[in-house]
């Protein structure tokens, strides 16, 4: 009796267990990531790698600029500025010894040297032409940071000193035109501020900028060390998803192997925490289809997150489609 009840709960599995084979190759092939629990069937071994051999071709045919040290000022949004209105104008001055260091994008290739903005701890937008003012659009009310660095057209920072400025600001809402038209219930109806980005026939060029997604400032301490997230983020394709580097900035911050007491963790996907110990990028390769989550964290010698307004530990989602 016990025995047939086995079974048939036993058959009853089995009946699942061929459903479930038959529909999930199909699935585990269209969209693998390595976040699920089942090994899926091209399972991802990351592999650190050399700098990628165009870019150290680039680096050749740009002559010295990559030994430039650029110093950007923050003009606006001056430290501890208020702005009314939901429209942030970033200008920026760059200045030092630029051997050539010039932001700009190229029309034909759609690269170039740029300048990553970060506005609190989002992901960074890329200012190219400093000519003009970058907008952050639609910022939320309250307190934020401003963080900003020269990067070159693959996406590598400058790290010397003065690259890399922070600055705070409070939004505050009023009777400023360019915030949002809202109705009474606070629904949003018109924004003057937000131009679309303006067709490519347009004679004057739409300006740079970018809406972003609400977020507040965290309680950041400039006297402290700062990891600020980089790369990798958004979408890679191609031969950009392979190899993909890790990149980011430190302030205040020496790591073990360059003589200080820090280190960096990094883990992909949640699996094993990985260190680095030189501020230098990373190139990781073997990465497959799919979405992978990077958290890179900068912990001190006992391997405890240091703490600055939650900044120092920066988890972001990248999708890859080779
Ligand atoms: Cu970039």
Redesign the pocket.
Same mark, same amino acid.
């Given at each position: 009796m016990r025995m047939s009840i086995r079974l048939a709960s036993l058959s009853v599995l089995a009946g699942l267990c061929l459903f479930a084979a038959a529909c999930q190759p199909v699935e585990q092939n269209a969209n693998t990531t390595a976040t699920s629990s089942a090994t899926p069937p091209g399972e991802q071994k990351l592999a650190q790698v050399p700098r990628p051999p165009a870019i150290e071709q680039a680096m050749k045919d740009r002559g010295e600029q990559d030994q430039a040290t650029p110093t950007l000022r923050v003009v606006s949004p001056a430290n501890n500025a208020t702005i009314n209105g939901s429209k942030v104008e970033v200008k920026l001055d760059l200045s030092g010894d630029l051997k050539g260091y010039m932001p700009h994008k190229d029309p034909a290739t759609q690269k170039g040297n =740029?300048i =990553?903005v970060i506005l609190d701890n989002q992901p960074?937008e890329?200012y190219y032409e400093l000519g003009q003012p970058f907008e952050l659009r639609n910022v939320s009310e309250g307190k934020h940071t401003l963080r900003v660095f020269p /990067? +070159?057209?693959?996406?590598e /920072?400058f790290k010397n000193d003065g690259a890399f400025q922070i600055v705070e600001f409070t939004v505050k809402g009023g009777g400023d035109a360019s915030k949002p038209t809202t109705t009474n219930s606070g629904e949003k109806v018109a924004n003057p501020a937000n131009k679309s980005e303006g067709a490519a026939a347009s004679p004057t060029p739409a300006r740079e900028g970018k809406d972003f997604a609400a977020s507040q400032a965290g309680d950041v301490d400039r006297a402290k060390p700062l990891l600020t997230y /980089? +790369?990798p983020k958004g979408e890679y394709k191609g031969a950009d998803a392979d190899p993909i580097m890790i990149d980011f900035w430190l302030m205040n911050a020496k790591l073990q192997g360059d003589g200080g007491e820090y280190r960096v963790r990094y883990s992909i996907d949640g699996g094993e925490a990985k260190f680095l110990d030189k501020w230098e990028p990373i190139w990781l390769s073997g990465w497959i289809n799919g979405k992978h989550s990077v958290k890179l964290e900068l912990v001190d010698k006992d391997g405890n997150v240091v703490d600055n307004g939650g900044y120092n530990s920066t988890t972001r989602e990248i999708t890859i489609s080779k």
């Open positions: =740029h =990553h960074y890329a /990067s +070159r057209p693959w996406h /920072s /980089s +790369r």
